[in-house]
């Protein structure tokens, strides 16, 4: 039974070590001088950033129509709440997008390569930096930033990376 257990035990670390070898890290960063609560949707849910705080989402090849927004004027008791900006039917761990206004970094994560962009076509709400680790950096400081999705038939913002990249979204850079 012994032997069983750390076969079992073996093909359960060599899964976890393939799982973490196709994931992609985002880095979400508050700078701004008040409390954000960042969201994700479909992996990460959400929680609170006071300013300088950090969180690490590790988020699997293969998803698309990801998205990372920032919630603001947030109050929370447990797991149910509000939000004045961003807010996903009152949930703390947003499983559903936000609703407007809301600044939005927006991802694809393929085989060999990825795909992301910035869009404040669901209204802006707080300026956001946005990098993967083989491709540019996109700012949007205002709800008519340049490197921003506008309107809905602007299709020329999405920008491509190496697949697994790593991912950096800082609110107030």
């Known amino acids: 039974m012994a032997a069983?257990?750390?076969s079992i035990l073996l093909l359960l670390l060599a899964a976890t070590s393939v799982a973490c070898a196709s994931a992609s890290t985002f880095t979400i960063r508050n700078n701004?001088?008040?409390?954000?609560?960042?969201a994700a949707t479909p992996v990460g849910g959400g929680r609170r950033l006071d300013p300088g705080q950090t969180w690490s989402l590790f988020v699997p090849a293969g998803t698309s129509s990801g998205r990372v927004w920032g919630r603001t004027g947030c109050s929370f008791n447990g797991n149910s709440g509000s939000c004045?900006?961003?807010d996903c039917a009152g949930a703390l761990s947003c499983t559903l997008s936000g609703k407007p206004p809301m600044t939005l970094a927006e991802f694809t994560l393929?085989?060999?390569q990825d795909f992301y962009d910035i869009s404040v076509i669901d209204g802006y709400n707080?300026?956001?930096?946005?990098s993967c680790s083989t491709g540019v950096t996109l700012n949007c400081g205002s709800s008519s930033c340049p490197d921003a999705y506008l309107f809905p038939n602007d299709n020329t913002k999405t920008h491509a990376c190496s697949g697994n990249s790593n991912y950096q979204v800082t609110f107030c850079p």
């Open 32 to 38: 701004c001088g008040f409390t954000v609560w960042p």
């Open 4 to 6: 069983s257990s750390s």
């Open 126 to 130: 707080l300026a956001m930096r946005f």
């Open 110 to 112: 393929g085989g060999s």
């Open 84 to 86: 004045q900006t961003g």
